[in-house]
């Protein structure tokens, strides 16, 4: 099993900043995939970033440029930096991990983009 905490949601105006961070426990050691996923009111739920245990990354077109996906092995923690927030980022964020065949979710936490 494995456990998500997330943290660093809330309230940012408008071309601010923030950074969102995941922590994982538990049986991590086969996790070679993880990615964050956001769900905007009346939304789909839509892959945001993801990222390999090599480092190799991939963006959605709306984020590309403005936000950045890493993670820290030492620590198992992944990281996601937002820049230049627009009120269309506004959704819950959602940390995954994928152990194969599984898929591991984060409980959510909420960023809201003020104009």
């Known amino acids: 099993q494995v456990q998500l905490v997330e943290s660093g949601g809330g309230l940012v105006q408008a071309g601010g900043s923030r950074r969102l961070s995941c922590a994982a426990s538990?049986?991590?050691?086969?996790?070679?995939?993880m990615a964050w996923y956001r769900q905007a009111p009346g939304k789909q739920r839509a892959l945001v970033a993801s990222?390999?245990?090599?480092?190799?990354?991939n963006y959605a077109d709306s984020v590309k440029g403005r936000f950045t996906i890493s993670r820290d092995n030492a620590k198992n923690t992944m990281y996601l930096q937002m820049n230049s927030l627009k009120p269309e980022d506004t959704a819950v964020y959602y940390c995954?991990?994928?152990?194969?065949?599984?898929?591991?979710w984060g409980q959510g936490t909420q960023v809201t983009v003020s104009s």
């Open positions: 990222i390999t245990g090599g480092g190799i990354t």
């Open positions: 538990g049986r991590i050691f086969n996790i070679n995939y």
């Open positions: 995954a991990a994928v152990n194969t065949p599984l898929i591991y």
